[in-house]
């Protein structure tokens, strides 16, 4: 497998600005953007085996550009645990589009999202004139939508952000398993590639997440009344999207609902709902035929 590029943006903020970074694929001269953003407590490099598959499979030349939102991976942390949201986020992936564009020009721009990194693609697609290079064609939801399920919210809310130390990227991988088995079936090998780049080392020895635990803060601030208010707004970026929509959602979701996802074929974008078999929330993407779905609807006409 061929590897990603590290490259960083700087982000304006209240108290200056931050660096996101992101993982590049793909000929960095190409004119087809694709870009791949992860969920909450997940990191770019989740999408390594899509990207290579994309890259060596396309009939031309792509770049695939998969940000480690801020407060994960390799991204700063930000000094104000409140500005961990999905505004912050959308204000970043513009500045981050509005360099690869200065890089090299962008004709063609795609974003696949899962989860959080779908309602940041919700917020650029469905606000009708942000500075995008060029709008959103295509838009892929990966087992996220407008109205997002609270035992879901309550269940990632009981681990996000607690203090860990593992041994070993083996404990590591156990116990991230025991969290995310409704991520669907993986083999050992695929789930430590999942999982390695999860962890960085911790001082006093050992291994800890990557990610900045504050980033659980506004999220466990999160009512559920809140929440409801916000479906609202959810679902006018939704009903304004006009990029070509796939909704993809795990069979067993709790994220998700199967309501949710039928109302979202029916209105705004009309997104075209494939429902995964032995998969909750969220899809990893890393399986043949979820590789396979995502390959056709992005290039299906060229292939």
Known sequence: MS?????????????????????????????????????????GRDFDVLAADFVARTPHPIRIICPDVVGRGQSDWLSD?????IPTYAADMLALLAQLQAQAPIQTLDWLGTSMGGLI??????????????????????????VIEWAALQRIGAYVGQPVRFADEAQAAAALWLISSS???????QWLALSRPMLKPLPEGGLGLHYDPAIAVPFRALTQAAAQAGEAA?????????????????????????ATAAAMAQ?????????????????????QDQRDTLFGFYFGSEA
């Open 183 to 189: 991520f669907g079936p993986h083999t050992p090998e």
């Open 81 to 85: 645990p409140q500005a961990y949201q």
């Open 121 to 146: 693609g919700l917020a650029l697609a469905g606000q009708p004139g942000l500075p995008l290079p060029v709008p959103l064609r295509r838009l892929v939801l990966n087992d996220v939508g407008p």
């Open 3 to 43: 590897h990603p590029t590290l490259n960083y943006v700087p982000c304006p903020d209240a108290t200056g600005s931050h660096r996101m970074a992101y993982w590049a694929w793909g000929d960095p001269a190409a004119a087809h953007v694709l870009v791949y953003v992860h969920g909450l407590a997940r990191q």
């Open 234 to 258: 959810l679902w006018q970026l939704y009903d304004q999207v006009n990029a070509q929509t796939l909704v993809l959602r795990g069979a067993q979701s709790d994220l998700l609902s199967a």
């Open 267 to 287: 209105r705004g974008p009309r997104g075209r709902v494939v429902e995964l078999p032995g998969v909750g929330h969220a899809p990893t993407l890393v399986a």
